[in-house]
């Protein structure tokens, strides 16, 4: 129950990449604004994430424990990503079989089958294969100054873990974030404040879905490793923004009361087929 999203964008004739996440986290008797969801995952790259909380925080501690001795680099970064999620998916494994046998996946794997009920070790097994991450992640940086957002996402038929192009979301405001700035046709080129309005207008508009928080925290990451921070005069110009192109309530009534019948042009409907006396229906035919 969030949103976070990333979108690519040019500032000052530099690549630029802004970062949107809320702060709602709920469980299943109440919920809070105090989930800060976008940190730095290694020297230069941030992360966002979305779903599970104990579950994203074990992920993020899984990839950051990796890319101390695995840094990400021009030509690896897809790979040493997917790997870290291919280790921390072993850890899974082993909770969970340890959960059920105390013993790891590696033995079940090699001396299970021997010791244990064969349907039991097969049940086992199946168990392992139903793992899900249980949490979304985006993970933003540059690559020789190409600005890069990986996404890390099992909640959409087949999982996704690979580069975007242009922007991502995640969360349950993902689906009309995406639409939003597909609307606004959202590219890399994209000039800064245009960039900023389309991800504030899609977070805005993302609040509509269930357990999207209105509290946000927006981060802009610079070429070099710089850091930018929204200010009020932004704030102030996404709102003027938002007011003057954002969707508005239909507030004329004339429009919506005055007479249909204008409006389509009503024709006779089809003729309805007769029964004759043996209970099939006639046909009639044309001739040309």
């Known amino acids: 129950m969030t949103l976070c999203i990333a979108a690519k964008c040019s500032y000052q004739d530099e690549n630029a990449i802004i970062m949107s996440s809320d702060w709602r986290i709920e469980d299943d008797a109440s919920g809070s604004q105090t989930a800060l969801k976008q940190g730095c995952l290694a020297p230069g790259w941030w992360f966002m994430y979305a779903g599970i909380q104990a579950r994203a925080v074990e992920l993020v501690i899984s990839i950051k424990d990796y890319l101390k001795d695995h840094p990400l680099g021009p030509g690896a970064i897809s790979l040493t990503i997917r790997e870290s999620l291919r280790k921390h998916r072993e850890k899974m494994a082993d909770e969970l079989i340890h959960s059920q046998i105390a013993r790891s996946y590696q033995w079940l794997l090699e001396e299970g089958h021997s010791v244990l009920p064969s349907d039991y070790c097969s049940q086992l097994i199946r168990y392992v294969a139903d793992i899900r991450l249980e949490a979304q992640l985006i993970v ?3 690559c020789d100054n190409d600005p890069v957002i990986f996404l890390i996402d099992e909640t959409r038929g087949a999982p996704i873990a690979g580069p975007i192009e242009n922007f991502a979301a995640i969360g349950s405001g993902s689906l009309i974030a995406l639409s939003v700035l597909h609307q606004r046709e959202h590219q890399s080129t994209v000039p800064f404040r245009r960039a900023l309005y389309h991800v504030y207008e899609a977070k805005r508009l993302g609040e509509a879905a269930p357990g999207v928080g209105k509290q946000t925290t927006v981060t802009v990451l610079l070429v070099g ?13 996404v709102q003027q923004c938002y007011d003057r192109y954002a969707p508005k309530d239909l507030e004329g ?36």
Do not use: M, Y
């Open 140 to 142: 933003c940086g540059f």
């Open 225 to 237: 490793g710089k850091v930018g921070r929204p200010n009020e005069s932004a704030s102030f110009f």
């Open 253 to 288: 009534k004339e429009d919506w009361e005055a007479s249909p019948e204008s409006l389509i042009s009503v024709s006779p409907g089809p003729a309805i087929p007769q029964e004759t006396k043996h209970g099939r229906r006639s046909r009639k035919t044309s001739r040309v």
